[in-house]
């Protein structure tokens, strides 16, 4: 800025002070427009304050310096439970008068929403209440007593108080602060499903008024026929809320104008601010006169002309707004691609546009370390926006609506964008609003590969199945080939890596085994399908010996799948569905009679495991023999804690550390696993490692090698070679113990390998 438009900002100052320090920064929460209080002499001109939040209309920001805050040496956290949002808004003054860190509020309409069984067993144990304030605590550890004590006294004193509960447990408070975290993503959905919007999403009144305002917002949604829960900073009087606005007729989107337009009316008259945190943007731009009287608007218009006189910064914005029901995202004027599916996408209507919009932003796939979570591998690779679930949804949902991208299912764009996703399923349960990419990606490939040729990697490994099944009638000369000086070139035209080694084909695969051995103790408990996947069929038949072991000696009479059978994961996860329903339906059929008769399925391989649970219903949409089956798989460990009274397991007085495999991460969990390994004695620690980096093919495919060993470096490979020799290293994923075992010194075991090797040195 010149020195020209410095004095011009002095002058606008100096001319107009009664109107900076009455109209604006009245209270903290007060963001919408431009924050021209700080340019009063008392607060010494700070031309910095007075351009954040400007929302890129004013300057472009290429880098700014932060002051850090060291964080109190202790926390605790207080959970009050209230009759209702409004009692709680009321208590929020009086509760204030206490030096807290935050005061958050939730209703019940958000713990409704949650889906997460971890987290709503934690919902379980809230005080009970309709709604709820989590006030937090921070000091030193002998300050909190005294007071979160003094707290929950004048808590208590407040009308409509129905319980407390002081925690200082760490990880409980995660636990309760991950309802807040799940119920601000899934807000984006109504309990039956229907799309909610952030068209008023953070509006903010004086905490004075908050119970007011509340109460004549919640009957303003009720008059319009509207819903949204409500959830929000409510110690700063600014609420989040999500409303099932419908975009796509004429009727919905004059609701919505109606509706913001007296919401902004209502705000003005309890003194507050339109927007409390995210800014104005066209939402909310128009209104403004409504909240700001003409000479403040004037000063807003200045403002801006002195830093942007050609209105060449987000222009629409604040200054000379946009209409608020112009460009809308959904709009009965815009009509998507005609995008036919294979997966059903059932949660979101069969819509795969809607399934897209699933992704509001609130970026938790953008973490750049694990923390007991997966989302999003690649992204803590490379902190590449285009590489974030966040990032491949919204170019997924620009490409459902042929504007910016316009050859739908053949953009290359998309193509590369999805290039580096792993399938590895983590953000189908870690994203608050449950994005499933690996099964984004599936189907894009499918239809952007239709009819036309496709990377060598899809045919070498999405047909690994089959390969190995050919492999198998002549190993030895295989095995020769993969390790000769031909090698390279047999990588080359399979599309593999050449930094990677290709496991080797076992001489004798486990079908062969069984179907020639004899049967091992007297099976009281009755028959049990073993599921033969093919990686442990096919290269490490070990493992699948050790389950019939294990499943042997708990009673079991152990049972395999007539013929050879597949989930057709490989064909999944490559995108060739057609193949992968065809192999879907030959393997519900062949296990649906078992299994509608009782006889659990078992799996080994946590990725088939999951397939079974999850891929082939979803693909197979309302097959009645995929649902038996998926109703019927288990894990080993599942099989074992829950569904075997009696059985008691080995002893087994040993450490360990454990890399839990991405799918099940994603579908079953490792906590029935944790449960078993405890009862056995053995010490075990859970990495928060994320996904290993190899994921499938993706590891093993030309141009992903060094993503997928990065990704594994980030925790699970220095922890396996920190972990001491006597140390176990548990893994029952395929591709989480080739990976260790090609990039460390060490191996992985299987759970089935070290319950049966326990059997034996006890028997």
């Known amino acids: ?61 290429l880098s700014a310096t932060v002051r850090l805050v060291t964080p109190p040496p202790a926390r605790a956290l207080v959970v ?32 409704d929403i949650v889906t997460r069984a971890e987290t709503r067993r934690t919902i379980d144990t809230l005080p009970r209440a309709q709604a709820w304030l989590f006030a937090e605590f921070g000091g030193q550890d002998g300050e909190l007593p005294k007071l979160t004590e003094e707290f929950t006294t004048t808590a208590g004193r407040t009308a409509g108080f129905t319980g407390y509960e002081v925690v200082t447990d760490p990880v409980r408070a995660r636990q309760l602060w991950r309802i807040r975290e799940d119920g ?34 919640t009957e303003l ?55 409390g945190e995210h800014g104005d943007g066209q939402a909310r731009s128009e209104l403004l006169p409504l909240m700001y009287g003409p000479e403040v608007i004037a000063l807003f218009e200045q403002f801006k002309g002195v830093w942007d006189p050609d209105n060449g910064l987000n222009p629409g914005m604040i200054v000379e707004p946009l209409p608020l029901d112009g460009n809308l995202r959904v709009s009965p004027h815009r009509t998507p691609l005609p995008l036919a599916t294979v997966f059903p996408f059932p949660a979101d209507d069969g819509d795969f546009a809607k399934a897209t919009r699933r992704c509001v932003g609130v970026g938790k796939c953008r973490s750049a370390t694990p923390r007991g979570d997966v989302m999003c591998p690649s992204y803590r690779v490379t902190l590449d926006e285009k590489d974030s679930t966040r990032g ?6 620009e490409m459902t609506q042929g504007e910016v991208i316009t050859d739908g299912w053949r953009s290359a764009e998309v193509r590369d ?22 099964t984004y990606k599936s189907e894009f490939l499918h239809h952007h590969y239709r009819r036309r040729l496709r990377p060598a990697s899809h045919y070498s490994m999405g047909w690994l199945p089959l390969l190995s099944r050919l492999a198998a009638r002549m190993p030895r000369l295989v095995n020769g080939l993969i390790t000769s000086r031909l090698a390279p070139l047999v990588k080359r035209l399979g599309g593999i890596a050449a930094e990677r080694e290709v496991p080797r084909f076992t001489e004798r695969t486990f079908l062969t085994w069984f179907r020639t051995r004899t049967p091992e103790g007297d099976g009281h408990r009755g028959p049990v399908m073993l599921w033969v996947d093919s990686f442990n069929n096919h290269f490490t038949p070990e493992v699948l010996k050790a389950g019939v072991a294990v499943l042997e000696h708990a009673g079991y009479r152990v049972q395999v799948p007539d013929g050879t059978q597949c989930c057709g994961l490989t064909w999944i996860t490559t995108g060739q569905l057609g193949m992968a329903r065809r192999i879907a339906r030959r393997t519900a059929a062949a296990l649906a009679p078992a299994a509608r ?49 009696g059985w008691q397991p080995p002893r087994i007085d040993a450490d360990s550390i454990s890399q839990t495999h991405c799918h099940q991460h994603a579908t079953s969990g490792f906590s029935a696993d944790s449960t078993l390994l405890e009862a056995m004695g053995v010490d075990n620690s859970v990495l928060n490692s994320g996904c290993c980096g190899l994921a499938g093919n993706f590891g093993f495919e030309r141009g992903h090698y060094e993503v997928s060993v990065a990704a594994g470096e980030q925790v699970l490979l220095p922890a396996v070679r920190a972990a001491g020799p006597d140390t176990l290293v548990l893994a029952d994923g395929f591709s989480c113990r080739t990976q260790i075992a090609q990039q460390t010194e060490r191996s992985g075991t299987h759970l089935a390998e070290l319950i049966a090797r326990a059997l034996r040195e006890q028997s």
């Open 1 to 61: 800025m010149s020195g020209l438009g410095l004095r011009g900002l002095h002058r606008l100052a100096e001319r107009n002070l009664a109107t900076l320090r009455t109209e604006l920064g009245r209270f903290p929460r007060q963001v919408s427009g431009y924050a021209l209080e700080h340019l009063l002499p008392e607060r010494r001109f700070n031309l910095a304050r007075a351009l954040v939040g400007s929302e890129g209309t004013l300057a472009v920001v």
């Open 80 to 111: 009050l439970g209230y009759q209702d949002a409004c009692a709680a808004a009321d208590a929020v003054p009086t509760l204030l008068k206490h030096q807290l860190l935050t005061l958050e509020g939730l209703d019940q309409a958000l713990t």
């Open 184 to 217: 601000a993503g899934l807000a984006t959905r109504t309990p039956d499903g229907a799309e909610a919007w952030p068209g008023w999403e953070d509006a903010a009144v004086p905490p004075a008024q908050l119970g007011s305002y509340l109460r004549q917002f």
């Open 221 to 275: 949604l009720s008059r319009h026929e509207l819903r949204g829960p409500v959830y929000g900073h409510f110690g700063e009087g600014c609420l989040h809320v999500r409303i099932d606005f419908d975009f796509t007729t004429e009727h919905g989107t004059a609701v919505f104008r109606a509706f913001v337009t007296e919401a902004a009316e209502l705000v003005a008259a309890h003194g507050g601010s339109l927007s």
């Open 392 to 397: 491949r949804a919204r170019l997924l949902y």
């Open 417 to 438: 964008a999805l290039d580096l996703c792993l399938s590895c399923k983590g953000c189908s349960v870690d994203c608050p609003v449950e994005v499933d990419m690996a």
């Open 597 to 645: 008769e009782g006889v659990p399925v078992v799996g080994l391989e946590p990725s088939c495991t999951a397939a079974l649970r999850t891929d082939l219903p979803e693909l197979l949409d309302g097959d009645p023999d995929a649902r038996a089956l998926s109703q019927s798989t288990l894990t080993l460990a599942e099989l074992l804690l829950h569904h075997t009274e």
